[in-house]
């Protein structure tokens, strides 16, 4: 049995992420794992600190490998991320400098080169307010989206943008994958 494709959900926040994660394994009857910090911080308090980010990013890895061992055992040939731990580590860099743990910095950028597919979410989407997010304004937006890109070109990673509208988005991450699938 193949391994599956994994393919990630990859921008700054409010982009869509997770609503594009959960259509596109719908559509590939796929499985796929959500963002882990949404639940570390519902079940936190809503309150966050630079001691959680051992156990936020953990629990990211942890979700990605469920999905992967489901993906496996069910024969899908691929699985979605919403996000993954070099997004954790990005945030872990813009709220907490100099806090990550060592080995989140070490692992993100080793799994990140083992992913098949970055689908990067542009920021022209509507800013949808939610108590998590940090930077709604267009200058916040703006720094996000260039940090984003630039940890994807540093790394070299295989990705595609993802942008416009809800059907312009869907239909460029369906393209994306679907032509992913067929290599």
Known sequence: MSAPLRIVL????????????????????APWSPEYVREYWD?????????????IGRGQVAGEERAVR?????GAPVV???????????WDDLLFPGASPPWVRTEAERRAR????????????????DPQRCF?????RAMCRRLWLETL???????????????????RAVAA??????R
Not at 43 to 55: E, K, Q, R, S
Not at 70 to 74: I, N, Q, R, V
Not at 136 to 140: I, L, R, T, V, Y
């Open 136 to 140: 709604p304004d267009a200058e916040g």
């Open 80 to 90: 979605f991320h919403d996000t993954d731990l070099l997004t954790c580590l990005i």
């Open 153 to 171: 070109e540093r790394l070299g990673l295989r990705w595609v943008e993802v942008s416009g509208d809800w059907p312009q988005r869907e239909m």
């Open 43 to 55: 079940t936190h308090g809503g309150v966050i600190t630079a001691a959680d980010l051992d156990a």
């Open 177 to 182: 994958v679907e032509a992913h699938l067929k």
């Open 114 to 129: 083992a992913m098949d597919l970055y689908l990067f979410c542009d920021t022209d989407m509507p800013w949808a307010a």
């Open 70 to 74: 489901f993906a496996t055992a069910s």
């Open 10 to 29: 990859f921008g700054p926040e409010s982009t869509g992420k997770s609503t594009l994660a959960e259509r596109l394994a719908a559509r590939f009857s």
